[in-house]
């Protein structure tokens, strides 16, 4: 276990519960984490936090994992690859708890407590009255030998609690929040164990971030609380301290927690639709981190630019739109078979160069290959219009002339120009419109060339008579 222990390495972790998919949120402080990491040389390591028996599911492990690997946020230690610090499924890690477990119990610092459920409730409605705020009484925390042993006659499983030090201050130096200060008299004695014998959260997350040699901690600050009693319990361990970061909550557009309300908020949503890693990390990136670049950074180089003292406590806004601005910047970037096979459909590379520029998502690409070569959907108000106002005979003569032209656009406007004396956007909206279906798209004439000309000539012939 001590390899790995060089007293100067940066080493993070992303410490997921696997009880469902990799959102985005989490996937952002796995990335930041990771960035610290490579930006220091130092090691990333991957903790499945899975102690929640009935939560937990070895299939959002592996998604997990998955998803991860597909972004590129690799680890250097994880329960696939093992490491020095193993096992890396808290699952596996019982035996480690239970014996510090034992050692708190006989140095006094946690006590076997045999509250039940109504008891506990009754007190806190108690404490409530008296306009207390609710923490546990102490009821467990003095019982003799005796008592407890008549309690256990009863046949009553106890947790095992925390025995909280009295006036102690608690303080550490937060990376994203700065100095924290918190009085142990405000926390009230908590659960380490519980009653069927597996370790909570709290302990188990503060105990494997030290035993694995963790040196910053990142994680969202719905944890900033937590971390007074982690340390408490460190310290009554003699167990060192990891340096802990809480950032910003990811939240919607509108300010609210991200949610399925948003729109797609899983990993695996993403990827399904086709946005690429490197889109996805150029936003991620930006979301509660300030950097130095504003403009598309390649993920090779990001861990450069990760700045963990710019990373920012205010809710970060996730906007879809942004991470399309990010695709589309990607997608400049990419060779013509790169796109063409993330396209997925073996397109001919004609069709792909036109397109490129045109879709956002693989699915932008369909119906650009029905223009190319399928049936156009029913045609938008304003195409009407601009073909109305062309009217039949524009269309009869564009038929005619397609017969001189052939596939050639350059060829076919100009005698469409000297026989109906349109020009400019009279004389090539219509054309669009009636042989696309749309006003706007790629450019007309290499467009024109992936046609059949019997498509072609059908598309104007059905505008040549009145409707
Ligand atoms: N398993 C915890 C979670 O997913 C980890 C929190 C932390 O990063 O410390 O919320
Ligand atoms: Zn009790």
């Known amino acids: ?119 506990l409730e009754l007190s806190r409605k108690l404490q409530r009255m008296a306009g207390k705020p609710p923490r546990y009484a102490g009821t467990c925390r003095h019982l003799t030998g005796a008592q407890r042993a008549a309690q ?31 009085a142990s008299s405000d926390i009230g004695d908590f659960i380490i164990r519980r009653d069927d014998g597996t370790a909570a959260f709290f302990f188990c997350n503060a105990v494997d971030d030290s035993a694995m040699g963790i040196t910053q901690v990142l994680r969202g600050d719905d944890h900033l609380t937590n971390t007074p009693r982690q340390l408490m319990m460190l310290d009554a361990l003699g167990l060192r301290r990891p340096a802990y970061g809480h950032v910003g909550l990811l939240v919607g557009a509108d300010g609210a927690p991200l949610s399925k309300r948003h729109g797609s908020t899983s990993v695996q949503e993403f990827r399904e639709r086709g946005f690429l890693p490197a889109a996805i990390l150029n936003q991620l990136l930006r979301l509660g981190h300030t950097g130095d670049v504003d403009g598309w950074l390649a993920v090779a180089d ?127 909206m219509p054309l669009r419109a009636a042989l696309t279906g749309q006003i706007h798209g790629p450019e007309l004439a290499p467009l024109l060339k992936l046609m059949s000309p019997a498509m072609v000539r059908h598309r104007l012939k059905s505008h040549a008579q009145n409707s």
Request: charged fraction near 25%; charge should be negative.
């Open 302 to 428: 990001m861990p450069a630019h990760f700045r963990p003292e710019h990373l920012g406590r205010a809710p970060a806004r996730f906007d879809e739109s942004q991470l399309v601005h990010w695709q589309k910047e990607t997608l400049e970037r990419m060779s013509a078979q790169q796109i063409s096979s993330w396209l997925g459909s073996g397109d001919s590379p004609d069709f792909v160069e036109l397109v490129r520029h045109n879709v956002v998502l693989p699915a932008d690409a369909s119906p650009w290959r029905a223009v190319v070569c399928g049936e156009l959907p029913p045609l938008g108000k304003e195409e009407q219009g601009v073909i109305a106002a062309a009217g039949p005979a524009f269309f009869a003569a564009a038929a005619d002339a397609l017969d001189q032209s052939s596939l050639d656009l350059k060829q076919l406007t100009t005698i469409l120009k000297e026989r109906t004396g349109r020009k400019g956007a009279d004389l090539f």
């Open 1 to 119: 276990m001590s390899a790995s222990k060089d007293s100067s390495a940066v080493i993070t972790r992303f410490a997921p519960s696997p009880t469902g998919s990799l959102h985005l949120g989490n996937a952002r402080t796995a990335f930041f984490s990771h960035l610290w990491a490579r930006k220091s040389g130092g090691r990333f390591i991957l903790r499945i936090e899975d102690t929640d028996v009935a939560r937990s599911q070895l299939r959002f492990r592996d998604e997990l994992m998955a998803e991860m690997r597909w972004l590129g946020l690799t680890w250097d230690e994880g329960p696939d690859i093992g490491g020095p610090s193993a096992p890396y499924s808290q699952a596996e890690r019982g035996e480690l708890y239970q014996s510090l477990f034992a050692r708190l119990a006989a140095d006094g610092e946690a006590y076997p407590c045999y509250c039940t459920a109504e008891d």
């Open 152 to 182: 256990e006659a009863r046949g009553l499983k106890p947790t095992l609690r925390f025995a909280v030090p009295n006036d102690r201050i608690i303080e550490f130096i937060d990376v994203v929040h700065g100095p924290q200060r918190v």
